[in-house]
Nanobody
């Protein structure tokens, strides 16, 4: 069984910072791309940032220059450093990872896994 467990959400004033973490655990053979999505009330879930296993990153235009995604492959963990937070960043943030699971030789094909979500609230 594979789990993605997020932490680090909370309430912060506009202009403040938060750091989200997401640790993957379980019978993991390999982790490919990892990312953070968010969903605000009444809106669709959107990609915030993603990072490949090689370290290439991609950001939504709305967070470029303010958010930084990173990963520690040894710890199966992805981070999202969020600076200069704005009220419009308020949302539930979800961790996502493309994982191959199971011990060799019976490794399952890559599938998408999601965390349970962590609330980020930015007050004005």
């Amino acid at each position: 069984q594979v789990q993605l467990v997020e932490s680090g959400g909370g309430l912060v004033q506009a202009g403040g910072s938060l750091r989200l973490s997401c640790a993957a655990s379980g019978s993991i053979f390999s982790i490919n791309a990892m990312g953070w999505y968010r969903q605000a009330p009444g809106k669709q879930r959107e990609l915030v940032a993603a990072i490949t296993s090689g370290g290439s990153t991609n950001y939504a235009d709305s967070v470029k220059g303010r958010f930084t995604i990173s990963r520690d492959n040894a710890k199966n963990t992805v981070y999202l450093q969020m600076n200069s937070l704005k009220p419009e960043d308020t949302a539930v943030y979800y961790c996502n990872a493309g994982l191959e699971t199971g011990p060799p030789p019976k490794v399952a094909p890559e599938d998408d896994y999601w965390g349970q979500g962590t609330q980020v609230t930015v007050s004005s």
